[in-house]
Structures are given as structure tokens and as C-alpha cells.
């Protein structure tokens, strides 16, 4: 969420416009007219829709933006944790062959998946099951999106400095409009939006209120809250925003999880570095290995300890954490910070991964080899720096999984779940 500097400056906060919801859906309606009337229809994509494979007694899942699956992985486990149990489920986790033959039985259903990062496709293809629909396509030139139970995807953001009036009228919110089209269109019983921590102080709070209205008249009851990953067991130091949407006439109250990890006794404790990459020390696997580290990189401390969690993984191998091996990083002035010793590399692939709590078995796929390994590594980092915690997702799905059981276990699944629909 980098500043656009060429085309806004940092202004004086415009207030929030006291609009009802009815004037913000009419304004939502006419944006999202806008930008559908510049669809051009794809006989192809009709197609790819008609060969969906629903589950009738699932809730069934589609995702948006959503890159090598981390965010859909972590509610497909949520479903399964409901379904055989908290133990048998993380068991399962471990093994690729055993997750594989247990995970039909979550309670979620994926069945859908929309990006443009062709690796992280190929990424995601191989770790989810092959019914998948993956419509590699600008979301803007998406014209029709499937019917769902659950809508999953972290929009992303252009950057506000300042509020209003209206967050839609800014042209590069377009990806934001399509997110709010595709549940407008398709209205699921919820939607799960992650998005980075600045998103809650820009505009001095006004960008994220205006985002909820948004939200909120399309149809649904919108919470929000800023959470850190290794509250739910992630070695991680990463805050990051949930947005989850109940729609109206859904009877189900969403309350974030509280958190599993921390230093209260009656927690677990926080999950370390050595907990989680400590017996990668003789074999890493590759890692961007550049001797050159920027004045950014080094205006600060990259080096955690082994009984810390890592600092935020980032979507850049240049840019990844340092291992905590060796010596600690010394501070020689303002902001200048030194190395010490001669055990100094980047965090490797396979270690962020686990950062990022993706099983060992998650296969990350860097395209088309090349002689340039750090950039074909970097296509990974990229992948998994921009992925949810798996952990995080499964800690924020887990409510949704548990009401979605007893709704199946009662038999009253939406009528929605005929999936005959007009757009077909």
C-alpha cells in the first residue's frame, strides 16, 4: 500500500459523508455498472463456468485473488478440523497422502479461484484437488462469477492518503469495485476480506469505516479487526486486517477467535524460530543468495533470534528476513545497522514457507527454469510473502466451519445450493 505520490498528495482527512445505505448502494450500483459495461462477454468463461463441480452439502468456496492458496488452504483445514476433530485434522496436515485422502471430508468446498499470477496457479494447482475452476484472467474483465456459499479473497489497495468523498470515486480502487461486484452478483452467505494494517490509520480511520459501508450495503453485517499472526501459533510478527461479511438474513453472529498463543498462562506458548525451522539448520534448501543488501535494508535490524518469531515475511526475496543463525545484527548509527560475523544469508525458501505454516508437503512452482536462480526463487517469495498464514486463515475460518457443520448436520442449507443460475 505504497503512496502514489504523482497522483495524490497528503491533504487535509475529508470526513466520512453521512450517506444512508441506500444512496451508498445506488453509488455502488452505478460504479459497478461502469465498469461492467466494459466487459466484453467470453463465450470461454461461460463455458469454464458450466463445468463447476458443486457440492450440495458443503458450503461451497470461491477465491479471489487468491494467489498460491494460503488463505484458501487454512479454511479448507477449518473444515476439516470440524469435521474428524482438532487432532486428527493437524495430523493429517502433516502427510501429503494422508491430507489428500481426508480432505473431501471439510467442510468447505473449493470450487473456484481467480488470479493472474500464472506461478502462483501452477502453485496452487498442484496442491489442490483438480476440480478446481482456476480462471487466470484480469478480475476486471471477469464478467460472471459462480454461485457460492463463501467468497474468500485480500483486495488490494492503492494506497489512500486521504478519505472520500467516496472511496469508489478513485479510479484505481478498481479491483475494490470488482470484489464488492462479484458479491453483489453471486451473494454468498459470507465473505472473508485480508488486507495489510495500514489500511486501518489511512485517512485517519476513514478509509476502512468507508470500506465497511461499502461492504455493508451489498448485503451483508461487516466486523472488522486488526490481528497478528502469532497469536494462533504463526512465528511470525505479522498484523494484517480481516474483513468478514455476514449476509443480512444469515442468523449467525461472527465473533473473531480469541487468541491461542502468547504469554498468559492460560495460552500456548508463541511459536519460535527454532520451534519452526530449527531442524533446517544443515539443510535449507536454496535461498536468494545476493551479497548485496540496500541503505533501506540495512536502516534497520533483519535478524531475529531463535527464541523470537520472525519478523513479516515479505512478497521479495531481496527483501526477506535473515536467518537468525550466527550473530546478532549490530546498530552503528541512525538507521544504519551492521551484520557481525560471517554466518549472514536470507531466510531460505523452505523456511519461510514453514514461517508461513504451509505444510513441508506444499509444492511451490517458479515456472519455466532460467539462468537467473534468484529470480526464479523469487517468484516463490513472492508467492508465499503475499500468502495468508495458513494458521491465521484457519484461526479466522474456524467459526464459519462450525456454523457451516451445523447447518449441514441440520439439514438447512440454503436454497441457494441448487446452483441453477441465470448466469449459466
Not at 235 to 249: I, K, T
Request: a negative charge.
Amino acid at each position: 500500500m505504497e503512496q502514489n505520490s504523482s497522483t495524490r498528495g497528503r491533504g487535509k482527512v475529508k470526513p466520512l459523508q453521512n450517506l444512508s445505505t441506500e444512496h451508498i448502494q445506488a453509488i455502488l450500483l452505478e460504479k459497478i455498472e461502469e465498469e461492467t459495461a466494459l466487459i466484453i462477454d467470453d463465450p470461454a468463461d461461460e463455458l469454464l463456468l458450466q463445468h463447476i463441480q458443486y457440492k450440495p452439502k458443503k458450503y461451497n468456496m470461491a477465491g479471489l485473488f487468491s494467489g498460491c492458496g494460503g488463505l484458501d488452504l487454512g479454511f479448507e483445514l477449518a473444515g476439516l478440523v470440524t469435521a474428524i476433530g482438532e487432532e486428527a485434522a493437524f495430523e493429517a496436515f502433516q502427510s501429503k497422502e494422508t491430507y489428500e485422502a481426508l480432505r473431501h471430508e471439510s467442510v468447505f468446498h473449493t470450487i473456484y479461484t481467480n488470479d493472474m499470477f500464472k506461478e502462483a496457479n501452477e502453485t496452487y494447482k498442484l496442491n489442490f484437488p483438480s476440480h478446481v475452476i482456476q480462471h487466470e484472467k484480469d478480475i476486471r474483465k471477469v464478467a460472471n462469477f459462480p454461485l457460492c456459499n463463501v467468497m474468500l479473497g485480500g483486495f488490494p489497495c492503492p494506497g489512500f492518503s486521504e478519505a472520500g468523498p467516496r472511496l469508489l470515486d478513485d479510479k484505481r480502487n478498481f479491483l475494490y469495485i470488482h470484489f464488492i461486484r462479484a458479491l453483489m452478483q453471486t451473494k454468498p452467505e459470507f465473505f472473508i476480506a485480508e488486507n495489510v494494517k495500514g489500511m486501518m490509520t489511512l485517512g485517519k480511520g476513514e478509509v476502512v469505516r468507508q470500506i465497511v459501508e461499502d461492504f455493508a450495503s451489498a448485503g451483508y453485517n461487516v466486523k472488522y479487526e486488526l490481528v497478528n499472526s502469532r497469536d494462533y501459533g504463526v512465528p511470525q510478527l505479522r498484523e494484517r486486517v480481516f474483513l468478514v461479511g455476514v449476509r443480512h438474513d444469515v442468523d449467525f453472529d461472527y465473533v473473531f477467535p480469541e487468541p491461542t498463543h502468547g504469554d498468559a498462562p492460560h495460552l500456548k506458548p508463541f511459536v519460535t524460530l527454532h520451534d519452526a525451522i530449527g531442524d533446517l539448520q544443515a539443510n535449507p534448501g536454496p535461498y536468494y543468495d545476493d551479497a548485496s543488501f540496500s541503505s533501506i535494508y540495512m536502516s534497520r535490524n533483519r535478524k531475529k533470534s531463535w527464541d523470537e518469531q520472525s519478523f513479516t515475511i515479505q512478497a521479495s526475496g531481496r527483501q526477506a528476513p535473515m536467518h537468525p543463525g550466527g550473530e546478532p545484527m549490530i546498530k552503528v548509527g541512525k538507521d544504519d545497522w551492521q551484520f557481525q560475523g560471517t554466518e549472514n544469508r536470507r531466510l531460505s525458501v523452505k523456511e519461510i514457507a514453514r514461517i508461513q505454516t504451509f505444510p513441508d508437503w506444499y509444492e511451490f512452482s517458479s515456472g519455466a527454469p532460467t539462468k537467473n536462480e534468484n529470480g526464479q526463487l523469487d517468484k516463490i517469495y513472492k508467492q508465499i510473502g503475499n500468502a495468508v498464514p495458513v494458521l491465521l486463515a484457519r484461526a479466522i475460518a474456524q467459526p464459519i466451519a462450525d456454523y457451516a457443520a451445523r447447518q449441514i448436520q441440520q439439514n438447512e442449507l440454503p436454497a441457494q445450493l441448487s446452483f441453477q443460475s441465470s448466469l449459466f
